[in-house]
């Protein structure tokens, strides 16, 4: 499957945001996806899952409450939605995919990778 995400730019603190992440080539209904995002200087982080059916989500406590991922298995397209963005949310996201069959929880073994969009947040 190949990832392309968009929507990133420049906003301020408070704003929001929606990445879009739509896939091609893949059965895009049978993958978990996901959103990593990496801050300069800084390890890669998982944002936001979820399952195959939707029927799950996992967020980390850093954005629990201000982001939520849905996702569209009509249109193929994953969406991240970040409400009341912080500086601390200034990163390159990336979303990522993986068979379902690889199963629930830990996200350090993504498949597949999109090229990142990139979120500035100002004070």
């Known amino acids: 499957v190949q990832l392309q995400a968009c929507g990133g730019g420049l906003v301020q603190a408070g704003d929001s945001l929606r990445l879009p992440c739509a896939a091609t080539?893949?059965?895009?209904?049978?993958?978990?996806m996901g959103w990593f995002r990496q801050a300069p200087g800084k390890t890669r982080e998982v944002v936001a899952a979820i399952s195959w059916t939707g029927g799950l989500t996992y967020y980390p406590d850093s954005v629990k409450g201000r982001f939520t991922i849905s996702r569209d298995n009509a249109k193929n397209t994953a969406y991240l939605q970040m409400n009341n963005l912080k500086p601390e949310d200034t990163a390159v996201y990336y979303c990522?995919?993986?068979?379902?069959?690889?199963?629930?929880?830990?996200?350090?073994?993504?498949?597949?990778w999109g090229k990142g969009t990139q979120v500035t947040v100002s004070s």
């Open positions: 080539a893949g059965t895009f209904s049978s993958y978990t």
């Open positions: 990522t995919a993986r068979p379902h069959y690889r199963g629930w929880g830990t996200f350090s073994g993504m498949d597949y």
